[in-house]
């Protein structure tokens, strides 16, 4: 059994970075910002390179079968939560969009795998489940970039 590698390519979101910085007339309000503004720059720049290892992924598998595409992608994501796990998101909303991000992600690794597996045992149930599945997840990125954009250009957070 043999998919068009092409619904595997996952849009590259260019995320923008937090536009707000701080005078040298402090408040307390401004050191949230600060913070703010560097949390936004660290997530920023994770999603911005998980993008960049999937599409290097992709260009480096592109003569490769399907499977061995999707446990590369599988991989790439699986990186990628790793990496925003670690980013240290202090403000609150920006805590549960990296979570909601993560758990993308994670789901998008689990799915792929799924479908490698379900190809692999020619489980044409599996497969269609996976399918969905890896659909479902993708799906979600776009919504959850934008969130955290708002997030970040507003620089509240929320």
Same mark, same amino acid.
Request: proline share 3%; charged share 25%; net charge negative.
């Given at each position: *059994?043999?998919?068009?590698?092409?619904?595997?390519?996952?849009?590259?979101?260019?995320?923008?970075?937090?536009?707000?910085?701080?005078?040298?007339?402090?408040?307390?309000?401004?050191?949230?910002?600060?913070? *703010?503004?560097?949390?936004?720059? +660290?997530?920023?720049?994770?999603?911005?390179?998980?993008? #960049?290892?999937?599409?290097?992924? #992709?260009?480096?598998?592109?003569?490769?079968?399907?499977?061995?595409?999707?446990?590369?992608?599988?991989?790439?994501?699986?990186?990628?939560?790793?990496?925003?796990?670690?980013?240290?998101?202090? #403000?609150?909303?920006?805590?549960?969009?990296?979570?909601?991000?993560?758990? *993308?992600?994670?789901?998008? +690794?689990? +799915?792929?795998?799924?479908?490698?597996?379900?190809?692999?045992?020619?489980?044409?149930?599996?497969?269609?489940?996976?399918?969905?599945?890896?659909?479902?997840?993708?799906?979600?990125?776009?919504?959850?970039?934008?969130?955290?954009?708002?997030?970040? #250009?507003?620089?509240?957070?929320?």
């Amino acid at each position: *059994m043999r998919h068009s590698s092409s619904w595997l390519l996952v849009a590259s979101l260019l995320v923008t970075a937090c536009a707000a910085s701080a005078g040298p007339g402090k408040t307390a309000d401004s050191e949230g910002a600060n913070d *703010m503004v560097k949390e936004c720059n +660290a997530v920023i720049e994770v999603i911005n390179g998980g993008m #960049q290892k999937l599409n290097t992924s #992709q260009d480096e598998t592109k003569d490769a079968r399907d499977t061995e595409q999707l446990r590369a992608m599988a991989d790439v994501m699986d990186s990628v939560g790793r990496d925003i796990e670690a980013v240290p998101v202090t #403000q609150p909303e920006l805590v549960r969009k990296v979570a909601d991000y993560r758990d *993308m992600v994670h789901a998008t +690794a689990k +799915a792929a795998r799924d479908l490698a597996r379900a190809i692999e045992a020619k489980d044409v149930h599996g497969a269609n489940a996976a399918t969905s599945a890896l659909g479902t997840a993708v799906k979600r990125e776009s919504p959850l970039v934008d969130a955290i954009n708002t997030s970040c #250009q507003s620089g509240t957070g929320g």
